[in-house]
Every structure is written in C-alpha cells, then in structure tokens.
C-alpha cells in the first residue's frame, strides 16, 4: 500500500512538472535560432497578412514609378499629338476659318508647344471649349494644355491648373452702340449688358455695379458666339468682356465704326496657358516654350534668322542649343528645341503681328511691349512681356 502511494504521488508530481514546463513555454517566445530552417510547406495565417502587408507598400511604390514614366510628355510623345484646349470664334486669338482651320494667338502658343516636344508645330488636336467648360476641362486632364484666352486667377490656379507665363496683358471694358448715346462707363445706369456666362467677366461685373451703386440689368448667355449675338440683336445695350475681345468682335460686325469701345477698364486679366496639375516636369517644359518665344524676340532672332551655328553671343548660343545649357534634359526637351519653335511659329512678336496687330491691338505703350530694359534694338519696349530667364 505505502509502495503503490508512493508510486502515485510521484506520478502527480511528474504531472505537475511537465504542466509547469508547458506554462512556461507559452508564456515565453521561443529563441530565435540562427541555424537555417526547413521549408515552410502551409504558412499560417498570421504569415499570410504579413507578406500581403508587406507587398502593398512594393506595388504602391511600382505604381509611382510607372505612373512617372507615364508623365505628361510621354503620353504625347507615344501619342504623337498635343491636345490643346481652345477657342474657335474669337478672332486673332482662336478663330475656325470657313475650311475649319484654327487660327489665332492662343493657338500657336499651342504650336510652339508641339514643335518643342514633336517638332511639328501642327501635330496639334484641338478641342473647341466653351467657358464653362474649362474648368472641368482641365480637372479631369484629358487635354495637354489650354490656351483659350484665360484669365490667370488664385482660385483657378488652385483648382484648375498651372499657369504658365503670362502672354498677354488685357483689361475688361465696355462696347456699346454709338446711338445709345454713352461716352463712359459710369454713365451705363439703367442699361442692360450682355455677358458671358461662368467668366470672369460676369463675376468683374457684379463687383463694378455693386461698387458704384449703378443701376444695370446683366443678361448672361452661355458661350461667346450668343452673347455677341445678343448685343447685335439688341437684346442688351451693351457689351462686356476683354477689351482685347471687343476689338475682336467689333471688327468681324458688318458696320465696325457704328460702336465704341468705352475708355478704361475694369479689371486686371493676365491671359496665358493653363496645364493640368500633377507634373511638374510638364509644366516647366511649357513654361519654358513661352519663353523661348519671348527671349528670341528680345534677342532680335526670328523665324528666318535662327542659328544653327555658335554666334558667340552667349545667351543666344544657350537659348538655341548651340552652347551651354538652361535644363533641356531635365525637361525632357532636345538641346536644340528653341530652334524648332522659332522657325516654325516665330517670336513673341511675330506671332503678335501676325494675329492681332491687324486687329488694331498695337503693343507700342501697351503692357503687351517688352520689358523696359529688353536687349533688342527695334522692338516695342517699356511693357510687361517677361519671363524667367533661360539659363
């Protein structure tokens, strides 16, 4: 009897022992070992959720990376054509011609845009936008930049695009009929005007009336082409917008000399090319193409006088590729790009000749001369046309 107690009481206290070590190894992490182990034949859960934790970070960084070499330049450079937001009926800055061409200021920016990156200038499509489609245009990035005579403001430049350099300074006014009898805009009390809808314009000419307590009736029209339509019908005794516009418009009416353009303006409109937001790289280049333009006319180089040899002349040898560097590669452009725009579009000021001096729009004493100091010797000079300097 003492024998077998005792063989039973060693036998609960081996139980105990063994149920004590086991405690002990649960608490406890095993030691990691650093001999190589057996292949693992059915990971467990726990390693499952790590290695797809772990590729998540993997594949958002492939993505980056291919979402960087899908940039801007190489969609239209696989594509092979620039898609360009413009217009289509304002006359000198982006007009349909009866064959369905599209001319203008605005479009041979787009031009010049096109000969730097494809080195052809009319490898361009071009997309006739209302003004109240660009904004959802440009946020939805299915164009390579619009150049559609629009106003550079903060809240579209937050919610729309980049805004490249400023090429043409203008102001809001005023056109009316000259038997309305009006010689100044303060004396539009009791009128109706006609404006654009989603503008600029309609928002400058809520402030004008509220600011000087003038008793004005607005009537909005969606596009461009029913707003001039209205005021030549009469359905408003005036118009506004850009007085760069009201030349354009006043010179396409059968009888131009019948309205007046009012004196003065009311707003500030710096008008230039807008990119989509989310490459930078994009908007550099096209930031650069303006320039271009603008410093080959401050130089005195046109598109028939492009060099193709070292002048000695550092800042134009550099502008052309010839010698020295401004970022071309960084940009993604030839070294030599300046040359293509230059002689396929011309310079800032040809391209100004060519679209809007016949329109009456001299640049001489106007904003749209070159800056004061400008290198060239018969060029307007005294304005505000500038850009950052290629170097």
Same mark, same amino acid.
């Given at each position: 009897?003492?024998?077998?107690?005792?063989?039973?009481?060693?036998?609960?206290?081996?139980?105990?022992?063994?149920?004590? @070590?086991?405690?002990?190894?649960?608490?406890?992490?095993?030691?990691?070992?650093?001999?190589?182990?057996?292949?693992?034949?059915? +990971?467990?859960?726990?390693?499952? #959720?790590?290695?797809?934790?772990?590729?998540?970070?993997?594949?958002?960084?492939?993505?980056?990376?291919?979402?960087?070499?899908? !940039?801007?330049?190489?969609?239209?450079? !696989?594509?092979?054509?620039? &898609?360009?937001?413009?217009?289509?009926?304002?006359?000198?800055?982006?007009?349909?011609?009866?064959?369905?061409?599209?001319? *203008?200021?605005?479009?041979?920016?787009?031009?010049?845009?096109?000969?730097?990156?494809? *080195?052809?200038?009319?490898?361009?499509?071009?997309? +006739?936008?209302?003004?109240? %489609?660009?904004?959802?245009?440009?946020?939805?990035?299915?164009?390579?930049? #619009?150049?559609?005579?629009?106003?550079?403001?903060?809240?579209?430049?937050?919610?729309?695009?980049?805004?490249?350099?400023?090429?043409?300074?203008?102001?809001?006014?005023? #056109?009316?009929?000259?038997?309305?009898?009006?010689?100044?805009? @303060?004396?539009?009390?009791?009128?109706?005007?006609?404006?654009?809808?989603?503008?600029?314009?309609? $928002?400058?000419?809520?402030?004008?009336?509220?600011?000087?307590? $003038?008793? &004005?009736?607005?009537? =909005?029209?969606?596009?461009?082409?029913?707003?001039?339509?209205?005021?030549?019908?009469?359905?408003?005794?005036?118009?506004?917008?850009?007085?760069?516009?009201?030349?354009?418009?006043?010179?396409?009416?059968?009888?131009?000399?019948?309205?007046? &353009?009012?004196?003065?303006?009311?707003? %500030?409109?710096?008008? *230039?090319?807008?990119? +989509?937001?989310?490459? %930078?790289?994009?908007?550099?280049?096209?930031?650069? =193409?303006?320039? #271009?333009?603008?410093?080959?006319?401050?130089?005195?180089?046109?598109?028939?006088?492009?060099?193709?040899?070292?002048?000695?002349?550092?800042?134009?040898?550099?502008?052309?590729?010839?010698?020295?560097?401004?970022?071309?590669?960084? @940009?993604?452009?030839? @070294?030599?790009?300046?040359?293509?725009? &230059?002689?396929?579009? *011309?310079?800032?000021?040809?391209?100004?000749?060519?679209?809007?001096?016949?329109?009456?729009?001299?640049? %001489?004493?106007?904003?749209?001369? $070159?800056?004061?100091?400008?290198?060239?010797?018969?060029?307007?000079?005294?304005?505000?046309?500038?850009?950052?300097?290629?170097?």
């Amino acid at each position: 009897m003492n024998r077998y107690l005792k063989y039973m009481a060693g036998a609960v206290l081996l139980v105990i022992a063994l149920a004590a @070590m086991a405690c002990q190894q649960d608490a406890e992490p095993p030691a990691q070992s650093t001999a190589p182990t057996a292949a693992i034949t059915a +990971p467990t859960e726990p390693a499952a #959720m790590t290695a797809e934790a772990t590729a998540m970070p993997a594949d958002s960084e492939s993505t980056s990376m291919t979402n960087q070499g899908d !940039s801007r330049l190489a969609s239209v450079m !696989s594509r092979g054509t620039l &898609i360009c937001a413009s217009n289509d009926s304002l006359a000198g800055f982006g007009f349909a011609d009866a064959s369905g061409n599209i001319t *203008g200021f605005d479009i041979d920016l787009c031009r010049a845009v096109a000969a730097a990156v494809l *080195g052809d200038a009319d490898a361009v499509e071009y997309r +006739p936008t209302t003004a109240s %489609e660009r904004g959802p245009t440009m946020q939805s990035g299915e164009v390579d930049i #619009m150049s559609r005579n629009t106003t550079w403001t903060s809240s579209r430049n937050a919610t729309w695009g980049n805004f490249a350099p400023t090429m043409f300074y203008d102001g809001q006014g005023f #056109m009316v009929p000259k038997n309305l009898g009006v010689s100044g805009m @303060m004396e539009l009390g009791g009128s109706s005007v006609c404006v654009q809808q989603g503008t600029t314009t309609e $928002l400058n000419l809520q402030d004008f009336i509220a600011q000087n307590d $003038l008793d &004005i009736e607005v009537v =909005v029209f969606p596009d461009n082409v029913a707003t001039n339509a209205a005021y030549t019908s009469g359905q408003c005794d005036a118009l506004t917008t850009d007085r760069s516009g009201l030349v354009s418009t006043r010179a396409g009416f059968a009888s131009p000399d019948d309205h007046t &353009i009012l004196a003065g303006t009311i707003s %500030e409109e710096p008008l *230039g090319p807008v990119v +989509p937001h989310g490459d %930078e790289q994009w908007f550099d280049l096209v930031s650069a =193409v303006m320039s #271009m333009l603008i410093y080959a006319e401050a130089y005195g180089i046109t598109s028939s006088s492009v060099p193709t040899a070292v002048t000695g002349d550092t800042a134009i040898d550099r502008l052309f590729g010839l010698e020295g560097s401004y970022g071309q590669e960084d @940009m993604g452009l030839s @070294m030599t790009a300046a040359q293509d725009v &230059i002689r396929a579009v *011309g310079n800032y000021g040809e391209i100004y000749d060519r679209h809007l001096t016949p329109l009456d729009l001299q640049r %001489e004493g106007s904003r749209n001369a $070159l800056w004061a100091n400008a290198p060239c010797t018969d060029c307007p000079k005294g304005g505000q046309v500038y850009a950052a300097p290629l170097r």
